[in-house]
């Protein structure tokens, strides 16, 4: 039995954040010692570990961004070759994938990483979950969430991606109380069991960890996807936040109003375009700097993502920061007739519709130099009513009016899994 909630994670803001601070000097010893590219950093800016005390002294350093990441890989790497255990790529900004390696230690962290998140959700060693994610195909997150789940003490069944009916036939016979996947999968789920008489509402299945797609408004109110699968399916659904690059996860709670941070794992800064930070409570792109990672380490790595923090204490007793919803990935902001808005926001405009089978959306530049969106949209019954309805949600909903298109469901779905893409793909950048 795994012992929860570390005791961090109740003490005052001020404790917290010294305890960073003592974490934060072990990690820039380490990669002075170990990091080509940071002793490169901290040598061609002059920058003296030592006087990097605080916090808000990070501001010193410069960030890295993920063309760093991808431009010299190799130089992140802290140990030799023989100390990797695991290997992983996440997709790079410039095309070619970057490649993540773990040690055994960094195994070990991702296991106590997931174990203290799923117990942030409730899951207890008392529980079975079934992993509705991918193990393999270089990706990390599912072989994260098998270890959390054995370090818990909890039992797991590795059904893997897709196929609705052996997900069924796994909790048939399993009964697993909790399941890992991708929100907009249950939906798949609940349409295979209606199709086949299976009760859903009379499974073992009490929550879901959800993952890859925002369950939440701003507010934390449930979005139009979750109020989809929980107007049918009375289960509680769990949000978690996480990255290859972080190496951390930012999971809900029971009290659901934001993923907890957990501070012997990750500092996380929430930066503007000039880098510095936002007003608290403010909207910026998550940067963050690993805590206790040994493979490669990473120092005010700039995540792409746009979220906010909420430091109030939780209702769980717990003192640590939450993270917001992701808004969106910094890359894909669409500036549209006076608007800017990012693509979680038309997903979920267009989720909402079950006329719609399956959707694209391509934004490019027009011939005046802003952003244009078209939005494809497959469906077995297409009408201008139908057309108009979505329409008027766009107005509603985004105050704006992006082309819609009608297209055959095939010829979207073959834009949607193109060969080697590991993920579903929803948004096509042309710009
Ligand atoms: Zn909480």
Redesign the pocket.
């Known amino acids: 039995m795994y012992c929860m909630t570390p005791t961090i994670e109740t003490k005052s803001t001020a404790e917290i954040q010294h305890f960073q601070e003592e974490k934060l000097q072990i990690l820039l010893t380490y990669l002075q010692a170990n990091s080509k590219y940071y002793k490169n950093v901290f040598a061609t800016k002059n920058i003296a570990i030592s006087s990097i005390k605080t916090l808000s002294d990070l501001a010193k350093i410069p960030v890295t961004t993920k063309d760093d990441l991808q431009l010299h890989n190799d130089d992140f790497l802290c140990v030799p070759k023989n100390d990797i255990v695991d290997y992983v790529t996440t997709s790079g900004t410039m095309g070619n994938p970057v490649t993540f390696a773990l040690t055994d230690a960094d195994l070990d962290r991702l296991a106590y990483n997931e174990a203290i998140s799923f117990a ?1 959700a409730g899951v207890t060693k008392n529980d079975t979950v079934q992993l509705m994610t991918t193990m393999d195909r270089r990706f990390v997150a599912g072989l994260a969430y098998f270890l959390g789940v054995r370090k818990l003490g909890a039992s797991i069944i590795r059904v893997g991606a897709g196929i609705p009916e052996l997900q069924w036939d796994s909790i048939l016979k399993f009964n697993p109380k909790y399941l890992i996947a991708v929100p907009s999968f249950l939906l798949k789920l609940i349409a295979y069991a209606e199709a086949n008489n299976i009760d859903y509402n009379a499974s073992s299945v009490k929550g879901v960890i959800c993952i890859g797609e925002s369950l939440r408004n701003e507010d934390f109110s449930l979005n139009l996807l979750a109020n989809k699968i929980t107007s049918k399916w009375k289960i509680d659904l769990f949000s978690t936040y996480a990255s290859t690059e972080m190496s951390t996860a930012f999971t ?4 659901k ?1 934001g993923g ?1 941070h957990h501070p012997e794992l990750i500092i996380t800064e929430i930066l503007d375009d000039d880098n510095n930070p936002v007003k608290e409570g403010e909207y910026g792109e998550l940067t963050i700097t690993t805590l206790g990672v040994e493979g490669m380490p990473l120092l005010r790595f700039k995540t792409g993502d746009i979220l906010r923090e909420h430091r109030e204490p ?5 003192n640590t920061m ?1 993270m917001s919803p992701v808004m969106g990935r910094k890359k894909q902001m669409v500036k549209y007739k006076g608007t800017t808005l990012y693509p979680p926001a038309l997903y979920d405009l267009l989720n909402d519709f079950d006329a719609i089978e399956n959707y694209i959306i391509e934004i490019s530049h027009n011939d005046i130099g802003t952003d244009e969106i078209l939005i494809k949209i497959g469906t077995e019954s297409p009408s201008h009513e139908l057309l108009d309805r979505i329409k008027d949600h766009c107005r509603a909903k985004l105050r704006v009016l992006p082309t819609l298109e009608i297209h055959d469901i095939e010829s979207i779905n073959a834009l949607k899994f193109p060969k080697m893409s590991r993920k579903p793909i929803l948004f096509i950048d042309k710009r």
């Open positions: 942030c809900e709670c029971e009290a109003q907890h939780c209702a769980c007793g717990r939450r």
